[in-house]
């Protein structure tokens, strides 16, 4: 999960697109005030600044977007309902087993994945820290059950030490990024059996 690059800012892509235009607008051959023209300079520019408009919507509108950032009150909001799944739970809290049955909760009432999905969340989870949450790789600075990176932990305003003895954030810390960078665990999955990460 460490090695995924961020995607490309948006902006150098549009403005990639409007030094294009501007390009082709001022290429030598284009008559835009000639005499046999019968637009004005004026309705030309005005055109040149729509066009330029309508490639800029198009542009952003294409980008894929950041996750949104997390309100900074997400572990005041999380907090009792946290406690009150603890209690519920028929699992031993801290155990594989307890992480297992709040991620299945958690990613069916959230994200609507199916049991199939919940499996393949499984076998991605193994792989990573065998469900361990207080799995870490120093080395590969990931943390966690889903093994993410410290920067995606305080995208949602939690330090490390909160995070390392909460299970919980990191299912939906880790459920977060998947359904963000992937769109499903089988997907995840898939991308991780191919090279290696996430």
């Avoid at 990639?16 to 290429?27: E, G, M, Y």
């Avoid at 603890?86 to 069916?108: D, E, M, N, T, V």
């Avoid at 059950?145 to 909160?162: C, D, K, M, W, Y």
């Avoid at 963000?180 to 665990?185: C, M, N």
């Amino acid at each position: 999960m460490s090695r995924v690059l961020s995607p490309a800012h948006p902006w150098r892509a549009m403005a990639s697109a409007l030094v294009t235009v501007a390009a082709v607008a001022t290429a030598p051959g284009m008559a835009w005030a000639d005499e046999t023209s019968t637009a004005s300079l004026d309705e030309v520019r005005a055109s040149q600044v729509q066009q330029s408009t309508s490639l800029q919507s198009a542009i952003t509108a294409s980008v894929v977007k950041a996750p949104t950032k997390i309100v900074p009150n997400f572990t005041a909001r999380t907090a009792a309902a946290i406690r009150a799944t603890r209690s519920a739970s028929l699992f031993r809290w801290g155990s594989p087993a307890y992480a297992k049955w709040y991620a299945k909760s958690h990613i069916l009432s959230k994200y609507k994945w199916s049991n199939d999905q919940f499996g393949c969340l499984v076998s991605l989870w193994n792989r990573e820290s065998n469900w361990n949450f207080q799995s870490t790789n120093r080395r590969g600075h990931v943390f966690g059950i889903p093994q993410t990176t410290l920067a995606n932990v305080r995208e949602f305003g939690i330090n490390l030490s909160t995070f390392m003895k909460t299970p919980e954030y990191q299912v939906q810390i880790g459920s977060n990024y998947i359904q963000y960078r992937y769109g499903s665990p089988c997907k995840a999955l898939a991308h991780s059996s191919r090279y290696g990460w996430y």
